[in-house]
């Protein structure tokens, strides 16, 4: 394998870490789309767990381990407790920024793979036509066509690679948001509807 990018002369160590890259961001990938593959799963259970608790139902929710439920299991544990509705919000809030923050790990690790491969795949190119030139000054009249030609297609290899790596990155650092977006939004209809569920009750009881 280093025998075949020493082939490339200057763009070589950077078609290596290209490669690096590459791999690094489809393990990234595949791994939180494994983690986030259930992040809506239990719709309809959270959804009659609501309706009970709107009635002054109060029990455990009973469904997967989605961080939908870990919210909803938490809020039935401090409504048996008696939580008053504001610190009820504010804890359900702060647990929802934890599982939101854990949710969207690895995301920031893609989007910098596709900020910085492109950039990466430029300077490999860079050098690599630094290198076909001063070949060219070396050869003083005896050039030809062939060695700049040799020396362009190899520098521009490193560009097309850094796309390569970077635009699935890019892509799969918006698939993975948008499973985020969406389990962040089955979060605040649980803490939404249980926080004004329990704000209603406190009213009516005073």
Known sequence: MSGTFSDFGAAGPLLVLLTVLSVLSVAVF???????????????????????VETGTIIAPDGPRAPADRIAARAATLIARGAAPAALSADLAQMGNAEVAAMGRGIRLLELIGMIAPLLGLLGTVLGMIQSFRSLE???GAANASILAGGIWQALLTTAAGLIVAIPAVVGAAILQARVETGTR?????????????????????
Do not use: C, F, N, S
Request: glycine share 6%; aromatic share 2%.
């Open 30 to 52: 595949l791994a939180r789309v494994v983690t986030l593959r259930g992040v809506t799963a239990g719709r309809d259970v959270r959804a009659r767990w609501l309706d009970a």
């Open 186 to 206: 089955e979060m605040e209809r649980v803490i939404g509807r249980t926080t004004l569920a329990q704000e209603l009750r406190h009213k009516d009881a005073a």
């Open 138 to 140: 070396l050869a003083q």
